[in-house]
């Protein structure tokens, strides 16, 4: 056989391999849409939730099948479900709409739903969503605030508010969460009693409970004095070296929330305020600065700007208390409350 013939032969072996392989690796068609499912962020523990899948569709107009996982508690997927068809695994000749009913846990932490859409010869469509179960109290989401249960409180409107006395003051200890007004983190009311609601000044004004009030400026001051070495702090001037004292090293859902910082130093909450860094939100729905940020309203409006009022923050690698004004009607914050010492 001559070199020229032998070329061709291999050329033409190498070509039919190369379809053979073509032919495996063939890309598998893919289902109309994208697979999408609602479920709360935020849920109570033993809460149970129904989700129905939506957004894909088979292109033929035929049936798909669905399965279902949660994790870490379930080890395989749920049975399939068929969209305008049976459920095959209940036999019970009851339409299904594909959707899937589930309890979450008691633990406090972190699910993943996985969801998956299929029909023969396509490609199977998946989504994902993260929920997290979330308790609020002293035995909730919020863990070593330094707070215990004999401490001091009062009970409003079925919230417990721990106290301590500072100077002629009581200071709350955890967030104002009177649903009556604000918001809840990312708007999920499970999440009220958790970080506390967010106000807006105007709201913040009426929020605390009867013969509670917003502290003044000076009053911060004045309860922060103890913790710093400076002289002389004039009101809506940062206090420097005071973040370690009214920080505490809590966990939400065994995720540490202030991350160590050499600027801070190690957190003391020698206060006993345990103030977390719940962040802050505008307009009362765009949340932001969740473990950076610990924003408090204070009494006061700025003079010569009726429409701004003052606020105290600390941030997670600075060791200042800081003043700043936000508006009084979209800036929404946390509150604590105040009363002259009984």
Partial sequence: MSFRKLFILAAVVLAAAACEEDEETAVTPSLDGTLTFSVPEYLSPLQTVTMAPKGVEHPDGKELGYCWKVAPTMTKYDTTRFTNGLDSEKG????????????????????????????????????TRSVRVVKGGLDGSIRNTGIKAADAKITADGVDYYYTRIGALDWMRNNLANSASGVAYRNAEV??????????????????????????????????????????VTPYSPVPGVSAALMADVTFNGDAM??????????????GLAFIPAGYANAGKNFTGLDEYAVFWTADVVEGESDMAYYRYLVCDQSDLFASKGSRSSFYASVRCVRQAQ
């Fill in 191 to 232: 999440m009220s009693d958790v970080f506390g609601r967010y106000y807006s000044y105007d709201e913040a004004v009426t929020a605390c409970p009867d013969g509670w009030r917003l502290p003044t400026d000076a009053e911060w001051v004045a309860m922060v004095s103890e913790y710093t070495e400076a002289k002389d």
């Fill in 258 to 271: 202030w991350e160590y910082s050499p600027a801070v130093g190690d957190i003391t909450n020698a206060s």
């Fill in 92 to 127: 019970d000749g009851k339409p299904s709409d594909g959707s899937f009913t589930h309890e979450f846990s008691d633990t406090l932490k972190t699910y993943n739903v996985y969801a998956c859409a299929f029909a023969k010869g396509y490609s199977t469509s998946t989504s």
